[in-house]
């Protein structure tokens, strides 16, 4: 693999920007829509640019293939639960905490590599950089200023989707022989499709009358936070690799709880600020512990 260059590291920043951009979008989108409607509209916009990749560089999409139980599994766990939860937690949570919460992500996936795989096994270093991660999640738990009795489930439920995310990661090693493009383009065409008759008997979206802003913000939350964001990290693994591209996830709860600041005025406590350096540090030691 090639030695990283400006540009790439440009791009990977981009990339974390992106996917930080959509805890405040989230927040957003839930003035006017549910979050089975969100859900449904990330995955419908998110699937335009990754189908029209793969049609332009003509790849088999297989979603209706021998293996579209895997798809429509993974849409299912990988999108339609996680997006859905995670849209759900945040109209009662900050999107900051949001993005904290969802930053798990990496020591989650550590955790059950070590049950679910033969070369992520448990070592003292990882185990130090879980235990430092999760224990700034514990602390951010008694920040009463921002996690009460009103919204503790609320944050649970986001919890729950990041894991989601991992549990939906484990289940793609099942076809990983399969091109990313065609993978990511078959389980949003199930996650659309799961979600349509729930959206139709759930929420009606074609009733609402949406504020613009919210408008906006799911349209962005389909086409650049899940299509667009997609399609840069292709590029970066392809040219980098899979640990260059992984250290996005420093980046995304630092710019995540920035970008609330800046475009919602969230409120930023000291419990916030100790548990995003616990976590980003815990990330830190997982990554280098690989």
Same mark, same amino acid.
């Given at each position: 693999m090639r030695q990283p260059n400006f540009i790439d590291y440009l791009l990977l920043v981009l990339l974390a920007i992106i996917w930080a951009s959509a805890f405040f979008n989230i927040k957003i989108a839930t003035y006017s829509f549910g979050a089975v409607t969100i859900a449904f509209l990330r995955v419908f916009f998110g699937a335009i640019p990754v189908l029209l990749l793969c $049609?332009?560089?003509?790849?088999?999409?297989?979603?209706?293939?021998?293996? !579209?139980? !895997?798809?429509?599994?993974?849409?299912?766990?990988?999108?339609?639960?996680?997006?859905?939860?995670?849209?759900?937690?945040?109209? *009662?949570?900050?999107?900051?905490?949001?993005? %904290?919460?969802?930053?798990?992500?990496?020591?989650? *996936?550590?955790?059950? +590599? $070590?049950?679910?795989?033969?070369?992520?096994?448990?070592?003292?270093?990882?185990?130090?950089?879980?235990?430092?991660?999760? *224990? +700034?999640?514990?602390?951010?738990? *008694?920040?009463?200023?921002?996690?009460?009795?009103?919204?503790?489930? @609320?944050?649970?439920?986001?919890?729950?989707?990041?894991?989601?995310?991992?549990?939906?990661?484990?289940?793609?090693?099942?076809?990983?022989?399969?091109?990313?493009?065609?993978?990511?383009? @078959?389980?949003?065409? !199930?996650?659309?499709?799961?979600? %349509?008759?729930i959206v139709i008997f759930t929420e009606q979206p074609w009733k609402l009358n949406p504020r613009l802003d919210s408008t906006i913000s799911v349209i962005y939350l389909g086409l650049v936070s899940t299509g667009l964001a997609w399609l840069l990290r292709f590029r970066i693994l392809i040219k980098n690799g899979l640990i260059f591209q992984s250290q996005v996830s420093y980046l995304i709860p630092i710019f995540g709880t920035v970008l609330s600041y800046i475009f919602l005025n969230e409120l930023i406590t000291i419990k916030v600020l100790v548990s995003l350096i616990a976590v980003c540090i815990g990330i830190y030691i997982v990554r280098k512990a690989k």
């Open positions: $049609h332009y560089k003509k790849i088999k999409i297989e979603a209706f293939s021998k293996d !579209w139980y !895997w798809f429509a599994m993974i849409g299912f766990i990988n999108l339609v639960v996680p997006f859905f939860l995670i849209a759900y937690g945040v109209k *009662s949570v900050q999107s900051n905490l949001a993005a %904290i919460l969802m930053s798990t992500t990496t020591l989650s *996936s550590t955790v059950l +590599g $070590h049950f679910y795989t033969k070369d992520e096994r448990f070592n003292f270093i990882r185990t130090v950089g879980v235990l430092t991660g999760f *224990s +700034g999640i514990v602390y951010l738990f *008694s920040d009463n200023l921002l996690i009460n009795e009103n919204n503790f489930f @609320s944050a649970l439920l986001i919890l729950l989707g990041a894991t989601c995310y991992v549990i939906g990661g484990v289940l793609t090693l099942k076809i990983k022989n399969k091109k990313n493009e065609n993978v990511t383009g @078959s389980i949003l065409i !199930w996650a659309t499709i799961i979600l %349509i008759p």
